[in-house]
């Protein structure tokens, strides 16, 4: 697994969703930044800023990333459809496009994508006032947008998800990004039934090893976590299941402690530590 850098405080998380799942996915598929721009026709170093949190992949990225990986594209796609709606509110950017077919960064000749040219206003519209076909677009955007966290919302509230290799698995191993409001919409309750099993401990809210979770995620794996941490003896706050910052600094102590790459999000490496003996 690469030892990633931390991603941008700043960085909302819905957009860290996607950031993660996408290093996920690269993670799991053994791929170097080389070959994911000859695979894929973004450079490089788009790649590098896409998976570090400074630029949001445009949605060609994201779906030659699940075709590569054999991912779910609708499940990426519908991530990366709520994470540019809140890009888009808070810096106002937009992902590159694809790399040429020929340049000097990347396999297979790719390059950073040019910045879009500004198309001048058409003829016979004012000036200062957004052409009929802009307001138009604008709120198709907005519609789709909306349509997709619809979307996401049902399908991470299912009796089902998927593992960190997309397959279908059962309730105890779904998606970390899982909604944990009941009807009532009071937060859902986590209890921790610690038992060890071949020398590995487990809370009772999920068994995974694999799946990635991180700040602003919400779930049964989250609440795995919590329990771990308290068993380790180390303060998440409540066992609630969302992962704020009480539990992202009780995960790097750990991390910490075992020689991990400090960075607030659990993968394979910090599962082992949790799921180990206690820390001394």
């Known amino acids: 697994m690469s030892r990633w850098k931390e991603l941008p405080a700043e960085l909302d998380p819905r957009v860290a969703r996607l950031v993660v799942r996408l290093r996920g996915l690269k993670d799991h598929g053994g791929l170097s930044m080389r070959q994911l721009a000859a695979k894929t026709g973004y450079s490089a170093k788009s790649w590098e800023r896409y998976l570090g949190g400074r630029s949001l992949p445009p949605r060609d990225a994201v779906e030659a990333m699940a075709r590569i990986t054999g991912e779910d594209p609708t499940r990426l796609l519908a991530l ?11 810096r106002g950017g937009v992902g590159d496009r694809p790399a040429a077919a020929t340049g000097a960064d990347g396999a297979g000749g790719a390059t950073d994508g040019a910045a879009p040219v500004p198309v001048p206003p058409r003829g016979g ?43 279908a698995v059962g309730a105890t191993t779904a998606g970390p990004a899982r909604v944990t409001a009941s009807a009532s919409g009071s937060p859902a309750a986590y209890t921790c039934r610690m038992e060890e099993t071949d020398g590995r401990w487990y809370a009772g ?9 991180a700040y602003g995620e919400a779930g ?3 609440a795995e976590v919590q329990c771990l941490l308290q068993r380790a003896g180390l303060s998440p706050g409540e066992i609630d299941g969302i992962f704020g910052p009480l539990t992202q600094r009780a995960v790097k102590r750990v991390q910490k402690h075992n020689g991990l790459v400090v960075d607030g999000i ?3 490496h910090t599962w082992r530590a949790l799921r180990g003996k206690a820390p001394t």
Do not use: C
Request: glycine share 10%.
């Open 80 to 90: 990366h459809e709520v994470a540019a709606a809140h890009w888009a509110r808070t």
């Open 266 to 268: 659990v993968g394979p």
């Open 220 to 222: 049964p794996e989250v």
């Open 205 to 213: 809210n999920s068994r995974t090893g694999e799946a990635i979770v």
């Open 125 to 167: 519209e004012p000036e200062g006032r957004l052409p009929r076909f802009a307001v138009t677009a604008g709120a198709a955007v907005l519609v789709l947008a909306l349509a997709a966290a619809v979307l996401l919302a049902v399908r991470f509230t299912g009796t089902s998800g998927s593992d960190d290799d997309g397959r």
